[in-house]
T-cell receptor, first 113, second 109 residues
């Protein structure tokens, strides 16, 4: 079974802090994704990566950056956290092929005070 | 832009059949997926349709009509454990999925 592990289930940070969210997958997947999930808005794509050191902006990249130094690890960085970034953050991974399902981690509920 | 429309909430009773519709307007289309998410849990993959027609997996079926930009998820013999949110998602060809806002299904005894 594919395992996608997010480093924290709950996180509380202060406005202006630099925040790191970590995600690790164990299935040698090429593609990894970061989404945020807010009530009534579904899952919105922040960034994704299709290879080590490669990244592409999603639909809402402003205020975020990402890092993929190793194939199994994809990090989301909030450069200077703001209260409107309080949300549930979900990481996912998938193999090659357009019909491959995305496998999600359990999510990190991030609160910015 | 991209848009996916699905009802925000659906209520049904145990043992019944429920259909959750999804209409989409996207710049590219390779297939339609459905995901289930229980409260506090991770979304999990249910089905994928790339071609027109019905795909059946146990109590769940998914249908796609590419000409109508429309699909649905059909849940039969509803059980209490089916209470969850259901998301349709389109593969537009950019590797990432575009998700709908989700349908919250409440199954009542």
């Amino acid at each position: 079974d594919v395992k996608v592990t997010q480093s924290s289930r709950y996180l509380v940070k202060r406005t202006g802090e630099k925040v790191f969210l970590e995600c690790v997958q164990d299935m040698d997947h090429e593609n990894m994704f970061w989404y945020r999930q807010d009530p009534g808005l579904g899952l919105r794509l922040i960034y994704f990566s299709y290879d080590v050191k490669m990244k592409e902006k999603g639909d809402i990249p402003e205020g975020y950056s990402v890092s993929r130094e190793k194939k199994e690890r994809f990090s989301l960085i909030l450069e200077s956290a703001s209260t409107n970034q309080t949300s549930m953050y979900l990481c996912a991974s998938t193999g090659q092929g357009s019909n491959q399902p995305q496998h999600f981690g359990d999510g990190t509920r991030l609160s910015i005070l | 832009g991209q848009s996916l429309e699905q009802p925000s909430e659906v209520t049904a009773v145990e043992g019944a059949i429920v259909q959750i519709n999804c209409t989409y307007q996207t710049s590219g289309f390779y297939g339609l997926s459905w995901y289930q998410q229980h409260d506090g849990g991770a979304p999990t993959f249910l089905s994928y349709n790339a071609l027109d027609g019905l795909e059946e997996t146990g109590r769940f079926s998914s249908f796609l009509s590419r000409s109508d930009s429309y699909g649905y998820l059909l849940l039969q013999e509803l059980q209490m454990k089916d209470s969850a949110s259901y998301f349709c998602a389109v593969n537009t060809g950019r590797r990432a999925l575009t998700f709908g806002s989700g349908t919250r299904l409440q199954v009542q005894p």
